[in-house]
């Protein structure tokens, strides 16, 4: 059993900065990578960012490369996304997700990732 909790969200101004978290459990030893990914409404899931959790080698989206950075604390299980300089088109849902050995396909495509959580509400006011 795996569970992925996000916290973190709300409402900030163009700018402003949050730091979004996704504490992870169950059988983390078998994840290979972890994301994140947002939702607008009306739009599809997008690809934010990911990292490898062995290597830690991190990917952006072209969208977000400056501006958000995730990382990882590996005694607590948990991944982070520090979003700052945020946008009005930021706003979204923010789901993290969890990539196992097994999976295949691309980092930043959401049907490579076997686990998700329930996300998290970002809104940027303008």
């Known amino acids: 059993q795996v569970q992925l909790v996000e916290s973190g969200g709300g409402l900030v101004q163009t700018g402003g900065s949050l730091r979004l978290s996704c504490a992870a459990s169950?059988?983390?030893?078998?994840?290979?990578?972890m994301g994140w990914f947002r939702q607008a409404p009306g739009k599809e899931r997008e690809f934010v960012a990911a990292?490898?959790?062995?290597?830690?080698?991190?990917y952006y989206a072209d969208s977000v490369k400056g501006r958000f950075t995730i990382s990882r604390d590996n005694a607590k299980n948990t991944v982070y996304l520090q979003l700052n300089s945020l946008k009005p088109e930021d706003t979204a849902v923010y789901y993290c997700?969890?990539?196992?050995?097994?999976?295949?396909?691309?980092?930043?495509?959401?049907?490579?990732?076997?686990?998700w959580g329930q996300g998290t509400q970002v809104t940027v006011s303008s």
């Open positions: 997700a969890a990539r196992t050995y097994i999976s295949t396909g691309y980092l930043y495509s959401p049907s490579s990732y076997d686990y």
């Open positions: 169950g059988r983390t030893f078998s994840f290979n990578a």
């Open positions: 990292m490898y959790w062995s290597s830690g080698r991190t």
